[in-house]
């Protein structure tokens, strides 16, 4: 079935320290990931995404890698900030055709960032 | 472009009472998705709308979950009856295909059902 797992849930770090946060998925055929970042209160944002015909992408402090064999995705995040504190969530997008294809959620990680 | 329009912000309700959230996607946007986010679940696809036809709605937990889309700048979901555990944040999100169904949400409904 779809799966989307995410991991940690929960991740605290010092101000200026790496963050990596990790998710797996379980449908081969997804080409499509993802993260959106959900500050206490408001939406989710979309902040990176990355496609499988890329293995890396960055963008400032924020990278994404993609291992399509091994079906995982990570986010990482350097000179890590106190306005970094948020939920993160990665997404994969299952493809089934056309307009049914879908995209699904991970659990989401509590990211604390302490100064 | 004001975004994904959601309403109300807050709705608080009493159990058994029945809740219509409302949603305006983003003009020229083909998909529109409703999420159920809670502590437990995070968040849950519900359904989701192509062109104004449901595609998927095998995330909707109950018969008292309907969702229509009129039209193309226009959504709602409906619970009734509303129950305690219906309490969460819905959102409501909207996407073009040929961006990879790349999501903009908009700010949620909490809906708090005593």
């Known amino acids: 079935g779809e799966n989307v797992e995410q991991h940690p849930s929960t991740l605290s770090v010092q101000e200026g320290d790496s963050a990596v946060i990790k998710c797996t998925y379980s449908?081969?055929?997804?080409?499509?990931f993802p993260w959106y970042k959900q500050e206490l209160g408001k939406r989710p944002q979309l902040i990176i995404d990355i496609r499988s015909n890329v293995g890396e992408k960055k963008d400032q402090r924020i990278a994404v890698t993609l291992n399509k064999t091994a079906k995982h995705f990570s986010l990482h995040i350097t000179e890590t900030q106190p306005e970094d504190s948020a939920v993160y969530f990665c997404?994969?997008?299952?493809?089934?055709?056309?307009?049914?294809?879908?995209?699904?959620f991970g659990t989401g990680t509590l990211l604390a960032v302490q100064p | 472009d004001a975004g994904v329009i959601q309403s109300p912000r807050h709705e608080v309700t009493e159990m058994g009472q029945e809740v219509t959230l409302r949603c305006k996607p983003i003009s020229g946007h083909d998909y529109l998705f409703w999420y159920r986010q809670t502590m437990m679940r995070g968040l849950e696809l519900l359904i989701y709308f192509n062109n104004n036809v449901p595609i998927d709605d095998s995330g909707m937990p109950e018969d008292r979950f309907s969702a229509k889309m009129p039209n193309a700048s226009f959504s709602t979901l409906k619970i009734q009856p509303s129950e305690p555990r219906d309490s969460a944040v819905y959102f409501c999100?909207?996407?073009?295909?040929?961006?990879?169904?790349?999501?903009?949400f908009g700010q949620g409904t909490r809906l708090t059902v005593v």
């Open positions: 999100a909207s996407s073009q295909q040929n961006r990879g169904l790349l999501a903009f």
């Open positions: 997404a994969a997008l299952f493809l089934y055709g056309g307009a049914t294809n879908k995209l699904i």
């Open positions: 449908d081969s055929a997804s080409n499509y």
